[in-house]
């Protein structure tokens, strides 16, 4: 006996008994049929992956060698540096710094490139300066080849070509134009007696003048790594014709102290401490 809808059936009778498989066959084929029926949730789209950036295009410092295929001016240097998502150098007289965007590989856009106002002479650099904004602006793809960097414009046509600078700080000298005044600024240097320099040695030391007294130290700074490190090893006590003099030596000195990477960009040498914030700027002699 089984009891459908209140009522017994009986499984004697074989009418009743195929009725009943046809009842029970019948329910489990609608439940499959309802769970193969029912929506399956929507794969979450996935973003596109973000085109790999060129490694060479940041922490590399390009110098301009050309601008629609004639030869920059070298007396000022133009330069290009790329880092964290931001192009910036100097055009020659003023500074300059924009967003770029490498969208797929080998295409690039420079579109929002903002310049200081300083000017300068002769004509001939602010016209280059003004030809060079143009490039960047222009700038649509690139090619990386033997050490040189060339922007294009979209007809393929080479706007602007650059050249490696070497990060190779031995065998230079440089003066200080501005060192950190130790309370997050910069101050510039000011000129009582001598300057305040700083020459590499191929062996590894570094000496100069903070001003008043003569220093010799030594100076780890490798130029793929562009790091740097400072240990004094002499430096004279003499004492200074002023106060001034005295406390720009000081913070002369400590700046090295806080520097921990460096980057030469045209004819300029920064030193950067832990921060990323300028410790002393030199210009080179």
């Known amino acids: 006996m089984v009891m459908q809808n209140n009522k017994f059936i009986s499984l004697r009778n074989p009418a009743a008994a195929l009725f009943l ?3 029970l066959l019948t329910g489990g084929c609608s439940q499959k049929e309802k769970e193969q029926q029912q929506p399956r949730p929507a794969a979450t789209p996935q973003p596109p992956a973000a ?12 110098l301009l060698e050309s601008l629609r295929g004639q030869a920059a001016q070298t007396d000022k240097p133009v330069t290009l540096y790329f880092e964290n998502g931001q192009a910036k150098g100097t055009a020659g007289c003023n500074s300059y710094f924009g967003p ?12 929002q490139v903002m ?22 602006k222009a700038a649509a793809s690139f090619t990386l080849t033997g050490g040189r960097l060339t922007l294009q414009d979209r007809a393929g ?17 440089w003066q200080a134009v501005s060192c950190s005044d130790g309370l ?17 040695s191929a062996d590894g030391l570094m000496s100069g ?24 090893i002499t430096m004279e006590t003499r004492q200074c014709p002023s106060e001034l003099v005295m406390e720009q030596e000081g913070q002369f000195m400590a700046a090295f102290y806080t520097a921990l990477s460096f980057r030469v ?20 002699l």
């Open 21 to 23: 498989a046809a009842v």
């Open 51 to 62: 085109p790999a950036l060129s490694p060479a295009l940041d922490g590399t410092v390009w």
């Open 100 to 111: 770029y965007v490498e969208e797929q590989a080998g295409q690039i856009h420079l579109k």
């Open 115 to 136: 310049l200081t106002k300083r000017f300068c002479q002769p004509p001939e650099l602010m016209e280059q300066e003004r030809r060079f904004a143009e490039a960047l």
């Open 157 to 173: 046509r080479a706007a602007a070509v650059f050249k490696a600078q070497s990060q190779e700080l031995r065998g230079t000298m």
């Open 184 to 200: 997050g600024g910069m101050k510039d240097v000011v000129r009582q007696g001598r300057m305040l320099t700083a020459a590499f």
């Open 209 to 232: 003048s903070g001003g008043c007294n003569s220093y010799q130290a030594r100076c780890d700074a490798p130029s793929a790594s562009r790091s740097f490190s400072f240990e004094m």
């Open 265 to 284: 960009e045209g004819r300029t040498l920064t030193l950067f401490d832990i921060d990323g914030n300028p410790a002393v700027i030199f210009s080179k």
